[in-house]
């Protein structure tokens, strides 16, 4: 037999080695032992030897007993064994883990069986078990998984996401940033939409609102951070916790970008179930982002209602973007960070000073907005329903009754949100009715409020750390051709809502035609390069003198793109021409002819460059009052 053979051979290799000295003499000794343990070749010693061997000859794991890998890839690597004489060796694993990855027996190559993710876990534990026949030898094996920064973002077609890059610039006060989605052109920015519906469907005709809605505001009030919504397509209860998870882990991923774990681990950021969007200045560099739901949306308010609430949560995006935005210091065009925000939460979030800018203002105004950009999509869509005056008059009545019954009520008390906890909702109404009052001071107003106070927020932080929220407002806003203060409109407002009955105040409020045939200078590119410009009587007066109408706005304010050249056709009768000076030679100006081409009997051409003002005006040289505003962007 195979071992008794073995046996005799080493009998006789220990009688040899008896006459050998010093070291072979050990190695001599060393013989005798498996000598001894081989017997001496009677009946059982077989048996005995088989187990003796047994006991000696084990797999030897050489690899290490730990391996790092990067997320998203299912190669995990090999470990590596041996046996002495030669033994054929199988692999297996066991342990907690073993069920999410396999080993090929025979290679010892090891692989999940799906791709982990870093951020859902990044930590397995087995057991690498190797055999050869009856022996085995184990050993615990930890599995890394290293977070792919290249994934933290949702898969949009047209973005090229990153994490916080490095400022390229900073002063005393700030810290300047360019962002890798700033390359794309407008048109290009994306809107994601990512639906999470595990049992049920989003009910017809929502799909297409939820679409049409963002398009309509991409290019109603402009877009200047890409925009992540997560669509819940079914009530809270429904939700599987598998899909919870992933909810959270894609929310986490554009809000907390350099802390998904932790953010994942924490509470579920959508256990409340209300709409929410903004930006922060750490989730910058992945854009904006909306939470919206099935269960307090379309499932349970009328289409108006939840048509308004998108919108609203679209303005937050909006607004809270461009507050970031620094068009000074020789900072064009980038994203400006104050050095004081991160990490001094305390030293901003008090009664005082608001970190960003009063709740009435960001509350009220995205409520302002939302309830006419949500108007103004229904009539373009040709949704029935629409009654913006209705939902405005319903926050003023809000408003009238808080400061009817607290004669020492401020509109500041709503600086940091409901008056702690005496006015519920107050932000909303009374912001929304501030901000209709401003707009009944003055017609420009309305393009103050909707864009040009949240440009101008970020400069004047940039110059007043702290106080960029009270000072865009004093620089944006005017009372009696003067910057109007802060305080002095907080008396202004105070005063006014107390000043008349409710309903003589609701009629100084506007009305539907003139919420919806308000116009902006929007922050985009949103003019074709070949413009047919029309003449009409204007469109509020039904009547009276004629306007100029762009793609059927009266008056359409312009954004034009340098390095880009634009043709006018007018109409007989109504020469098209540009000045510096609002309404042109009818106003004391003169006209612009740089880069301007008018041998066409009925077009101007203008080539717009970098040395083009940034601000003209379109005018009639025969009739005035005609013209409009345009804004020259880089």
């Not at 017809?204 to 309509?216: E, N, R, V």
Request: proline share 3%; aromatic share 12%.
């Amino acid at each position: 037999m195979r071992y008794n053979y073995k046996c005799k051979l080493l009998k006789r290799l220990h009688q040899s080695k008896l006459k050998m000295n010093n070291l072979r003499q050990w190695l001599a000794l060393l013989s005798l032992i498996f000598i001894k343990a081989c017997g001496g070749g009677g009946g059982g010693g077989d048996a005995e030897t088989i187990a003796a061997v047994a006991q000696v000859i084990r797999p030897v794991i050489s690899s290490a007993n730990s391996f790092t890998v990067s997320e998203n890839q299912t190669s995990i690597g090999s470990v590596v064994a041996s046996i002495s004489d030669y033994s054929t060796l199988s692999y297996s694993l066991s342990g907690a883990d073993a069920d999410a990855i396999s080993i090929n027996s025979s290679t010892g190559v090891m692989s999940f069986n799906s791709a982990p993710d870093y951020e859902t876990k990044n930590s397995y534990a087995v057991k690498l078990n190797v055999s050869a026949g009856s022996v085995s030898t184990s050993q615990d094996i930890i599995i890394s998984v290293s977070d792919d920064t290249s994934d933290n973002t949702l898969a949009c077609k047209t973005a090229s996401y990153q994490n916080t890059p490095t400022a390229s610039s900073s002063d005393s006060v700030m810290n300047y940033y360019s962002y890798s989605w700033q390359t794309l052109d407008f048109e290009n920015l994306p809107i994601c939409l990512n639906y999470y519906e595990a049992t049920s469907t989003i009910t017809s005709p929502w799909k297409t609102y939820l679409q049409g809605i963002y398009d309509y505001s991409k290019f109603t009030i402009g877009q200047v951070v890409p925009v992540n919504a997560f669509i819940l397509a079914e009530d809270r209860a429904s939700i599987s916790d598998a899909e919870a998870l992933q909810w959270n882990t894609d929310f986490c991923t554009i809000v907390q970008p350099d802390n998904i774990s932790a953010c994942v681990n924490g509470s579920d950021p959508f256990a409340n179930r209300s709409a929410a969007g903004g930006v922060g200045y750490g989730q910058l560099p992945n854009g904006g982002d909306q939470g919206l739901y099935q269960d307090n949306l379309w499932g349970s308010q009328d289409t108006k209602t939840a048509i308004k609430i998108i919108a609203h949560e679209y303005f937050h995006v909006h607004q809270n973007g461009l507050k970031f935005i620094v068009e000074a210091n020789n900072e064009n065009n980038k994203y400006g960070i104050p050095k004081a925000w991160p990490g001094n939460d305390a030293a901003y979030d008090n009664a005082t000073t608001p970190k960003y800018m009063p709740n009435w203002i960001e509350e009220g105004g995205a409520e302002f907005g939302g309830i006419i950009i949500g108007a103004k999509y229904m009539e373009h869509a040709s949704i029935s329903g629409s009654d913006p005056v209705k939902l405005v008059e319903e926050h003023f009545d809000e408003a009238f009754n808080f400061f009817a019954a607290d004669a020492s009520l401020s509109l500041e008390d709503f600086n940091m949100g409901d008056n702690n906890g005496n006015n519920p909702g107050g932000q909303y109404s009374a912001g929304l009715a501030a901000l209709m009052y401003l707009w009944n001071q003055d017609e420009g107003n309305y393009q103050k409020i909707m864009i040009d106070y949240y440009a101008n927020w970020a400069e004047a932080e940039a110059l007043r750390a702290g106080y960029g929220w009270s000072d865009a407002f004093k620089n944006t806003f005017e009372k009696d051709g003067s910057p109007y203060e802060i305080t002095t409109f907080y008396n202004d407002f105070n005063t006014w809502i107390r000043s008349d009955t409710k309903e003589d105040l609701k009629a100084t409020l506007k009305t539907k035609n003139q919420m919806l045939h308000a116009d902006l200078v929007t922050t985009t590119e949103n003019t074709p390069k070949n413009v047919t410009v029309t003449a009409a009587p204007k469109v509020i007066d039904n009547g009276g003198a004629n306007k100029y109408f762009i793609d059927g706005v009266q008056q359409k304010s312009l954004v034009l793109k340098s390095g880009k050249t634009y043709t006018f056709s007018y109409p007989s009768g109504h020469p098209f021409r540009f000045s510096q000076t609002s309404d042109g030679t009818h106003s004391s100006g003169v006209t612009f002819d740089t880069n301007v081409d008018t041998s066409g009997s009925s077009t101007v051409t203008l080539a717009v460059t970098s040395s083009t003002p940034k601000t003209l005006y379109y005018f009639c040289t025969v009739h005035s009052g005609m013209g409009g505003t345009i804004k020259i962007v880089d």
